[in-house]
């Protein structure tokens, strides 16, 4: 069985294991904010706040995730030192999320939310370099368990969070729940911390990387020629732009899906947790497959197959009369909407140098946080005005603008010929 896997992704089994610990640490940030997407409803009832409050808080998290997302390119670039930001990402959420459970109003929950969304962005840059210069030649697959990783968060949380729910407060689950996510930081820091620590011989390694992991940062010159590079190439800014679509719309379901459970199908805790795993269960299922594909066959094809049923499912979604179909449409979602991702990060990697990972990361997430900043108060302001399902029309039209994008996008994808 280890000896087919190897074979398929071609990692040797010491490699899979690095892989899979930087998506099991990627899996934490994702722990924080969906254990959050399931405690609105009850935060929303405890406090008293509209559906545009709760939008308002997550914009402030896109912000601060904005603001962040630059300057931690620019740290992982000219530093080199990315297992350490991983450990400080991670660390620091959890710190935030801990202290959440003590907030009594939106002034205590923006500045959690300002934290938690400038620690959960810095976790990319360093993370999706550190893969995909250890691992060029199956960079798909390796950032497929990355977000394979996330999927697993994002479906744990929620299953926990709910469960919790039923017998624990808002504030006390969110105590609970953040204790996780510091374990994850300290097992990734005892396990890789010290191969970040000196040089790498430039020669196959014990990780399979071919060329080794530069440990030595650029320089400030270099970043900022290699930034000007970036903007100017139209193939980058396409890619970002499209995925900051696709972003925008995901950021938009994962606010609405809890409370159109919750708030028009009824259900309790439990169930609004099932409904969030349902769909991260489709996603953590398609990542490595849709990976692997892409390293095969071009990254243009699966992101434009994954977007366009995504686009379909959110359309019809609401036309579910009950919550069983609802979550089975939900887990349909997931394996299309969250396929694409390892796609997208990967289609990028390809399209800018090695030393400029972080910074190509931080642009792609920068534009995507940028982008998602609109879609919680517009969607708060929309469902105030005229109910939740309008919100999920308007954000299947949100959607197909990203499917118009990927047919802008080269046919050609760099690294496969014909």
Do not use: C
């Not at 300057?71 to 710190?95: I, K, N, P």
């Not at 993370?127 to 798909?140: E, H, Q, T």
């Amino acid at each position: 069985m280890i000896a087919a896997i190897e074979r398929l992704t071609g990692l040797q089994r010491k490699s899979q294991g690095t892989v899979f610990l930087v998506g099991f640490g990627h899996g934490g940030t994702h722990w924080i904010v969906g254990s959050i997407y399931v405690l609105l409803p009850f935060i929303q009832r405890d406090l008293g706040l509209s559906y545009t409050a709760l939008g308002t808080l997550f914009t402030i998290f896109h912000f601060s995730a904005f603001a962040a997302n630059f300057a931690s390119g620019l740290l992982v670039d000219v530093t080199g030192r990315r297992v350490l930001l991983m450990v400080v990402s991670l660390t620091v959420g959890a710190a935030a999320f801990l202290a959440f459970g003590w907030a009594r109003g939106m002034a205590s929950l923006a500045v959690m939310m300002i934290l938690i969304g400038g620690t959960n962005n810095l976790w990319h840059p360093p993370a999706i370099s550190y893969l995909s210069g250890l691992f060029p030649k199956n960079r798909g697959y390796a950032l497929a368990i990355h977000t394979l990783g996330a999927s697993f968060g994002d479906i744990a949380a929620p299953l926990a969070i709910g469960a919790m729910l039923v017998w624990l407060t808002w504030q006390e689950t969110a105590i609970a729940g953040a204790l996780p996510v510091f374990a994850v930081a300290l097992l990734i820091g005892a396990v890789l911390l010290s191969r970040d620590a000196g040089p790498r011989d430039q020669k196959e390694d014990e990780t399979g990387a071919e060329n080794g992991q530069p440990k030595r940062g650029i320089s400030l010159r270099e970043y900022l020629d290699g930034m000007l590079a970036m903007v100017r190439d139209r193939n980058v800014l396409g890619l970002a732009l499209m995925a900051g679509f696709r972003s925008m719309a995901q950021s938009g379901l994962l606010l609405f899906i809890p409370l159109y459970l919750a708030n028009v199908l009824k259900v309790g805790p439990t169930m609004v947790g099932l409904g969030i795993a349902a769909m991260q269960f489709g996603g953590m299922i398609a990542g490595p497959l849709a990976g692997a594909w892409s390293d095969r066959a071009g990254r243009r094809p699966v992101v434009l197959a994954g977007l366009s049923g995504s686009t379909a499912v959110i359309a019809v979604l609401t036309l579910a009369g009950n919550e069983a179909l609802f979550i089975a449409g939900l887990s349909v979602l997931g394996f299309m909407l969250f396929a694409v991702r390892p796609v997208i990060h990967s289609w990028m990697m390809d399209l800018t140098p090695p030393n400029m990972a972080g910074s190509a990361t931080s642009v792609m997430f920068g534009t995507q946080s940028l982008l998602s900043m609109a879609a919680p108060v517009a969607g708060g302001m929309i469902a105030d005005a005229w109910g939740l399902p309008a919100v999920f029309y308007a954000l299947a039209g949100v959607m197909l603008i990203a499917n118009v994008l990927v047919y802008l996008l080269p046919h050609h994808d760099p690294g496969h010929d014909g």
